[in-house]
């Protein structure tokens, strides 16, 4: 018997809390990336998932929302990351505490 | 079935625990890279072959590596310190047990009221071509558009400033 | 085209072989049983190669430098794989201390995996691919991503300055290049419509007169191919692209730290990596099993397969022997200034030659521009230094 | 529609008085255009002067022979042209000119004796650098004389009667530097100001009885019957009827412009001007205005007199004139100034005048008037040669002995005085003085009181004194001068000649043989019969007048004759009655009393006014400073304490409220998710709860 809906979605909600808590607590700026795209990944599964359990699974619109979701994510991690390598390079350090001058 | 499923779920959160949790900077990331491909079999298994490997391609292909380089450029590889958690990790927690607590009550109450539905819809890659440029050729154009824009974003964030003696 | 019993059941001599062993299982496991058999093929005959090729090589390069190359082991050194498998076997396996213990062990093996995994998709021979996945080509690719995060985990995890610069270097180069293949081979997935590689070989299995139809033969394909050829060979660091191991800077480049098993491990892996690419560029451009000719259709798919892939082995020894090694700037502004725009404009042709519709026009119209486009970028990459040779600027 | 009729001048008349306007325009134009001219474009300023006055003076000839021949033909000649000035609400202002006997003679005699003076002036002011202003201001003042002759309407006579008191004010302050001639050109004007707005009064009063200020106007006018019987009907006290209040109101005016007695201080000073000016304006011309004006409305104060009687009003000219007679000639007894001398010698004859057409009507007074302004023109001209010749030196006391030196100017002078005098029959002063005492001895008859006749008596008494003793001073003896003095270049003693002998001719036209002036006056007709001088009494006093003459005449000479007396020795009749010189030689302080009176009261009025000034107003606007003062501190305060105190208190709490949510955004970013968490977690579950089967 296939898994039903339920067991993905849990997996999905704990990863995606994981990534919250990974976000929340970890002090450096990557870790915190790596967080949120955990998170963004949980919210995938999600819509694969209901995508899959969903009443028209051909209508296909699950797994595109998840095919874009993911080519976003991808986008906004290499911005992201550029953006923390160039704080880096301006601050020396990529403690999220110590980074809280809005001063160029 | 459900043994695969168990597996694969438990592979991914030991990933994403694994990432949030390990000390060593380099580490968290391959853990990352391990929940990432837990996760693209978890969508094998549930039958979205095209999103599988999208997503290895994309993440474990693109976004680990580049989690990895910006470790190595920011000098994360050596080991902070002071302490990995932040002062007030307490609070992260308390509030992400929440988020997790409401999230899965909200799965538990509805649960009941989704069909369950079992037939194995067989979507081949020809579908999805049509459907990209079909009905979503939009959203496909605005990916293509945000794409670009991201990566001469970040190549212009990221771009060293070194003045370049003019030739 | 001959469909004699003979040449049907040498043709489909592995096909027969399997449904025959699968046959003293019960139903239920039949399927999984024929997997496992086509895995333990596939692991066995293609490390064999691999051994073979070895000697192949240093022969070959021996032969290309004027010299004999391995001649003690066995007559004309045939057997210097086994004497160098049973070495690598027998050597102590060294980890440095400082080295990350737990991605030190895990970096060949990801290597490794992947690329065993990759060849679940190429169809060797007539209906004799592993699994016959509809998104066949994606797949390969995704399992050709993992090998870039391997490599890097070598490189860091040995901790040794040279190791990581070149574990650097040839991420850097195998991102790049790995545009373009991709790009290259969809030029290929236009024209047939789909991502199966034995539909894309499906395609290219006919013949106008005794030519066949494969893709190379088109002026698009041909590009895709030169491009997929430039962009395979970065991808397995080969020949002029090997800068990462470059035995002059880097010792060893990301495998320095690694000795015994670990080592041949990456050696193998690396090889194999050589296979698969190679016969994924047999299937997409060079009509993967189908015969060069119409007439000599007769002689069993697989052969040709295996002699297209080997023919590409030569390729890739021949080109390391002549070639000299290229720059890390060179290396990457080719691939981005030349490789990426020339593969675009590819694509680009290739969609006006499929909706040019048959005739000559299409022909002349396509050459023209992919020939014009390669002139002009090439020269101007050239003249501005961004590939050509480097002209020293002595301290001012 | 009722506008167009009245633009349309009622052409009541020739076409000699459809040009009339012609007369006055041209010498202003001429000022105009001398006006522009720069300083030493002299010869252009003397011609066009004499030019546009000689126009003038043509004109006036020929509108003369118009009305001559009219009268000859026996017709009443008066022609007038009305129009409208312009409207206001459904009144309209008209103004307008008439051609009758009274304006064709003054017409001819102010053209005439003007050209003459213009003439003379151009030698006389030769050296003078600011020549052409004088001739601009020369043809000004002709220009509105004759306006004044020809106007029709009052406030027209007005206008021109202003511009008179202008340009004298103008040519007495010629010489502004010298500031003796500003203060009295300010004087002279101030003075003839006072009795102007008399003048005015009058105006409004008429206009408001009369509805129209038009003389003649088709039976409508001011003048005409119907309004004066209608005026004749109000009373306006003191047994005056309103026509003979307005009239003297008028004459009240007159009294100023002509300097009779109350208001005659500034005549004697106004001989600052050049001569020519003197000449013109405070002899012949301007002066005599005043007496035109009492002319021109004598219909008003005559009405309802009995036939050859008088009414109030006249009797009250009466003794104006006569009083002010013997007032200016007892002044001019002690005068040492030659101009001076002449200038309350103009007072008197005034006074004359005055008393003529008191008692005996405008005829009389009207003779005297032209026969006046002849042989004072001449002895003010002569006496401008004098003074040209001696040099610039005024003083007769530092003359004598020009009879040698200036023969012409001697023989036109002693006639002038002669005339001036009354010499019996040769000389026209004589003709017209007699016709006025002859007036004044009737109407002691009928009247009242014999004392105008004695005083008009003892004037004609002593003007023949203090023209001798002027003429003893400055013809006889020898010359005390310090240069030589030299006859004047023929220019000047051209006009000279001709006047002398208008002065001599004159005389005919006035003689009771035959009166032709009165008639032409009074429109009778002219017949020459011997028996004019068999009135009753006529004769007698004929006699009389000669007899006073010879004895004043004498006196002068015993007192001054051939002797000449030192500069500084006293004057001969000082030297025989002192108590009574020093009052005359100062003028019997009338200068001090109005200095007293009137400019003490004005200066006490202006301490009053600027205590007033001060301290009241000054007071109020201090007081609402105080107000304002007190009201901004009111507002200060309640701005301070209350508006910036609550305010700036809830600015403050806002701010310090700021501060605590700013905290929020500590720039960590992990904050930022751990808040947006919390927020999230608490919507779902809220939504959740709140959904819950």
Redesign the interface.
Known sequence: ???????????A???????????????????????I??ML?AA??NL??F?????H??A?TG??F???S??????????G??????I??HTNT?E??K????KG | MNVVFYLLAALTIGGGLAAVLLKHLVHCALATTVAFAGLAMLFLQLDAQFAGFAQILVYIGAVAILIVFAILLTRGSELPKDGVFSRSWFVGLAIAAGVFAVLAWAVLQSVRAVPQQMAVPAVSVRDIGNALVGRYVLPLEIVALLLTAATIGAVIVAMHEKERPKS | MATSPLFIHLDQMFIILRDWLVGFLPAALRPAAGVVLGVIAIVCVFPGLFALTTVFERKGLGRIQNRLGPNRVGPYGLFQPIADGIKSLTKEDIVPLSANAVVHFFAPLVLVVTVFMGFAVLPMGRNMVLVDMDAGLLFFFAMGAATELSVFMAGWSSRNKYSLLGAMRAVAQMISYEVVLLLSSVAVVMITGSLSLPKIVAAQNTYTGIFPHWYIFTPWGLAGFVMYAIAATAETNRSPFDLPEGESELVAGYHTEYSGFKFALFFLGEYLAMFSISGLGTTLFLGGWSAPFSFLTFIPSWIWFFSKVMLSIFVFIWMRGTLPRLRQDQLMNFAWKFCLPFTLLDLIVTALWRFMGEGWLRWVVSTAILAAAYVVMGRAGMRSEHFGPRRYRYAE | MQESAAFTPQFAASAVTGLLWLIPAAPMIASGVIALLKQPRRKYAASLAIGSLSISLILSLVAFCHVVAGWAHGSVVREFVNFTWFRFGASTVDLGWVLDPLAAIMLVMVSFVGLLIFIYSVGYMAHDENFTRFFCFMSLFAGAMLGVVISNSLLLLFMCWEIVGLTSYLLIGFWYQKPSAAAAAKKAFVTTRVGDIFFLLGIVWLYSQTGTLLFYNHGVGSLEGLALVNLLSQHAGLGLSAAGAIGLLIFAGAVGKSGQLPLHVWLPDAMEGPTPVSALIHAATMVAAGVFLVARVYPLMQIGAAPHGTTAALTVVTWVGASTAVFAALIAVAQNDIKRILAYSTISQLGYMMAGLGLGGVAVGMFHLITHAFFKALLFLGAGSVIHGCHEEQDVRRMGGLRADMPLTFLTYAIGMLALCGFPIVFSGFWSKDGILEAAKVASATDISKGPFVLLVFGALLTAFYMTRQVCYVFFGYWRGHETAHESPKVMTLPLAILAFFVIALGVIGTPAWPWFHAFLENRTASFSWHGFAEPGLLQLMLGSSLVVFAGLGLGWRLYGDKTPKPEAPDALERSAPWLWAPLRDRLYVDEFYGVTVIAFYSWWARVADWLDRRIWGGIVAAIAWLFGLWARLNRFLDVNWVDGGFDKTCEELSSGGGLLSRVEGGRVQNYLRILAAAVVALVAMLLWSSRP
Do not use: K, Q
């Open positions: 018997m296939t898994t039903p809906l339920a067991g993905y979605l849990l997996v909600a704990l990863l995606f809390a994981i990534g919250l808590a990974g976000a929340l607590v970890r002090r450096n700026a990557i870790l915190v990336l790596i967080g795209e955990l990944n995938n599964l694969i998932a995508w899959r359990f969903g009443p699974p051909e296909l797994m595109m998840a095919i874009f993911i080519a976003v994510a991808a986008a906004e991690a290499a911005v990351l550029g953006l923390v390598i160039s880096y390079r990529t999220l505490d980074i809280n001058r809005m």
